[in-house]
């Protein structure tokens, strides 16, 4: 009978099909050289510090696309009632007419009391010019040497100290238009006049005759 135990075996054990086989390949350094290309995962990092009472943890994730970067610049609407109306501009227009037109003649009217000031303050100006004059000549200006005496010295005047005004244009009223001197005056050795804004004698208001 034959011996059973001396039967080759039939096949032979075949090696792990993992991976990794349980002994190394020629050449291999050591069996953790084994790689199959596997996906490397995401490294987790923890550490426990030696409080029990408190842990901190660090984890890394693959970066993510800053997704600002894609989003369309954002535009501000326009508002359909940002502009100006004709109708309001009609209506600033309308209340600037009203304005002008109860204002302007008082305006006006102010200017004409203006003016009508500084004539009267031209003439005491020139009264003054002519009592200088009487003062360093011993008589006033005749009528026919005028108010220009004061501006030049007369001819056969005697300590004549001028100019007693600063030009012509002290001469004139605020119209443009001279003063009148008269010698003797109404109510004086002289006498100086303006006729107003008219030229004319009489008169009211800005028109009015001013005397001196």
Excluded at 53 to 71: I, K, N
Excluded at 76 to 96: D, F, H, K
Excluded at 150 to 157: I, K, Q, S, T
Aim: proline share 12%.
């Amino acid at each position: 009978m034959p011996n059973s135990s001396a039967r080759a075996p039939s096949a032979l054990a075949s090696p792990p099909s993992g991976p990794c086989s349980s002994s190394p390949r020629p050449g291999a350094s050591s069996p953790s050289s084994c790689h199959v290309g596997a996906k490397r995962p995401q490294r987790v990092s923890l550490s426990a510090p030696s409080s029990p009472m408190h842990c901190s943890y660090s984890l890394t994730f693959p970066s993510q696309p800053d997704a600002t970067r894609t989003r369309p610049p954002m535009t501000r609407p326009r508002n359909p009632q940002s502009g100006v109306t004709l109708l309001e501009v009609m209506i600033v227009l309308a209340v600037i007419a009203l304005i002008v037109g109860f204002g302007a003649p008082r305006l006006m009217e102010s200017f004409g009391r203006a003016k009508s000031q500084a004539a009267e303050v031209a003439m005491a100006n020139l009264k003054g010019a002519v009592q200088l004059f009487y003062i360093d000549t011993g008589r006033y200006p005749t009528e026919g040497e005028g108010l220009a005496a004061l501006l030049a010295a007369p001819e056969g005047v005697a300590n004549w100290k001028g100019p007693y005004l600063d030009g012509e244009t002290d001469l004139a009223d605020p119209w443009g238009r001279p003063f009148t001197y008269t010698a003797p005056g109404e109510t004086g050795p002289f006498g100086l006049t303006t006729l107003g804004r008219d030229g004319q004698p009489g008169g009211s208001g800005e028109d009015s005759d001013i005397s001196l």
